[in-house]
C-alpha cells in the first residue's frame, strides 16, 4: 500500500520500488508491489504530489547544462563542418598584404587559413587581424600574410564532439575552426563556423523535445 500511493502520488514507480524494499529488507512481495505501483502510476497521471514537477529532464533548469552537455558530446565534428570547397579562399604564406587586401573586398569569408606550398596549414587570420594594416598602405607591399597570420592555430577534427569544439569556441572566443585530420594535423579538411554549430544543436534539441511531446 506505502508503495502505490507513493508510486502514484510521485510519478516514480521505479524508485518507489526500491525504496520501498529496501526499508522493509524484504523481497518477498516484489513482484505484487511492480503491479500495485504501476497500475497507481498510470491511473494517476492527470494528478501530481509535486505542481511544479516538470514532465523530463530536459525540461528542468537545473539539470538543462547537463543535458546540453549530453547532447554536445553525442554529435561529432563530421555532421556539422563544411568541407573544404572552391569558395574557402587558402592564402599562400608569401601572398602580399596588397593582394590580400583585394581578396577581402571580394568574398564574405571571415576567416582565411594560410598555406605553405604543399597545402599545409600554417596559421590563420580574419578579417580584423587584416584592419590594423589597412590605414598605413606604406607596408602593403611588404608585409606578406606569413607577418600578420597567427601560427597557434586552434583545430578540431572529424572524430571531436561538439562539447570539445565550443569549449575551444569559447577559448578565444572566435567564430570558425579549421577542421583538420586526425593523423596529420596540418592537412586542412574543413571548416567548423559557431553559429552553424549552435543552429545544429538547436534543431537537434527541438527534434528532442518533439519525440518527447509524441511520447507523452
Not at 524484504?26 to 497500475?39: A, E, F, K, R, V
Not at 593582394?99 to 600554417?122: N, S
Not at 569559447?170 to 559557431?194: F, H
Request: aromatic share 8%; proline share 4%; net charge negative.
Amino acid at each position: 500500500g506505502m508503495a502505490g500511493f507513493f508510486a502514484g502520488a510521485a510519478h516514480a514507480p521505479i524508485s518507489t520500488i526500491i525504496m520501498v524494499s529496501e526499508m522493509t529488507g524484504n523481497y518477498s512481495l516484489l513482484m505484487p508491489t511492480m503491479l500495485c505501483c504501476t497500475l497507481t502510476f498510470i491511473l494517476c497521471r492527470p494528478w501530481r504530489l509535486y505542481t511544479k514537477q516538470v514532465p523530463s529532464r530536459l525540461d528542468s533548469p537545473a539539470h538543462r547544462g547537463d543535458f546540453m552537455i549530453d547532447m554536445l558530446e553525442g554529435i561529432k565534428v563530421n555532421e556539422v563542418y563544411r568541407p573544404l570547397t572552391s569558395e574557402l579562399r587558402m592564402i599562400p604564406e608569401s601572398m602580399h598584404l596588397d593582394e590580400i587586401v583585394h581578396v577581402l573586398a571580394e568574398t564574405q569569408q571571415q576567416y582565411f587559413p594560410v598555406v605553405d606550398g604543399d597545402r599545409r596549414i600554417v596559421g590563420i587570420f580574419s578579417t580584423q587581424d587584416v584592419r590594423t594594416y589597412l590605414y598605413d598602405e606604406s607596408i602593403w607591399h611588404l608585409a606578406v600574410a606569413n607577418d600578420i597570420m597567427t601560427t597557434k592555430v586552434i583545430t578540431v577534427t572529424l572524430e571531436d564532439d561538439l562539447n570539445t569544439a565550443l569549449t575551444r569556441f569559447t577559448a578565444k572566443n572566435i567564430d570558425e575552426l579549421p577542421v583538420v585530420d586526425s593523423e596529420n594535423s596540418n592537412q586542412l579538411i574543413g571548416m567548423l563556423r559557431r553559429k552553424e554549430t549552435i543552429a545544429f544543436y538547436n534543431k537537434r534539441l527541438m527534434d528532442h523535445r518533439k519525440l518527447a511531446a509524441e511520447a507523452g
